[in-house]
């Protein structure tokens, strides 16, 4: 069945790294732009990143440019997340979410990857 | 940067209507999208589009979106409805993804 599974969370201290990797299975993985998708305890969802289908482009919301880079391997059918220069405010459960349509929207999601920054 | 503004909460009682608003500068010019996420599960896409329905959700899920203001309306509202509800555009001039705030719908 069409599935994204999130994988990579865990307790890191401010100013460490973490990579976040999303595994995807029962679709055409390289027919979908991938997005990182956030929600802190308690919060709304915040998107994080972008990728397109290629993975020639990208975007990043304010908030994390420059720290984090997000990628994707199609022949594995894999996307990722490198964290860097993690802060407090960016403990959340981080989520994968896709979409083939041409506006923009997510109709495949992870269950996510719970990210948790302290000392 | 580009907002989208929800009522924090919306009740209901079962069998009766609930509209949930999402509001943005100039919102009907985009396409939004609406999704619904339950306690500890992924969102759901609900509507795409403005008035969408992808498979499996019922007719009685609705959209619209003119001038400022897009609205869901679930129509014959179930106990199954409760849930939180997100509205959600792509904002071509910050090349981001913007989600609304988030309505949680309590069904009475």
């Known amino acids: 069945q069409v599935q994204l599974v999130e994988s990579g969370g865990g307790l890191v201290k401010p100013g460490g790294s973490l990579r976040l990797s999303c595994a995807a299975s029962?679709?055409?993985?390289?027919?979908?732009?991938m997005s990182w998708i956030r929600q802190a305890p308690g919060k709304g969802l915040e998107w994080v990143s972008y990728i397109s289908s290629s993975g020639r482009i990208m975007f990043y919301s304010d908030s994390v440019k420059g720290r984090f880079t997000i990628s994707r391997d199609n022949a594995k059918n894999s996307l990722h997340l490198q964290m860097s220069s993690l802060r407090v405010e960016d403990t959340a459960v981080y989520s994968c979410?896709?979409?083939?349509?041409?506006?923009?929207?997510?109709?495949?999601w992870g269950q996510g990857t719970l990210v948790t920054v302290s000392s | 940067s580009y907002v989208l503004t929800q009522p924090p909460s919306v009740s209901v009682a079962p069998g009766k209507t609930a509209r949930v608003t999402c509001g943005g500068d100039n919102i009907g010019s985009k396409p939004v999208h609406w999704y619904q996420q339950k306690p500890g599960r992924a969102p759901v896409l609900v509507i795409y589009y403005d008035t969408n329905r992808p498979s499996g959700i019922p007719e009685r899920v609705s959209g619209s979106n003119s001038g400022n203001t897009a609205t869901l309306t679930i129509s014959r509202v179930e106990a199954g409805d409760e849930a939180d509800y997100y509205c959600q555009v792509w904002d071509r001039n910050s090349d981001h993804y913007v989600f609304g705030t988030g309505t949680k719908v309590t069904v009475l």
């Open positions: 029962g679709f055409t993985f390289r027919d979908y732009y």
């Open positions: 979410a896709g979409g083939s349509g041409s506006y923009f929207d997510f109709d495949i």
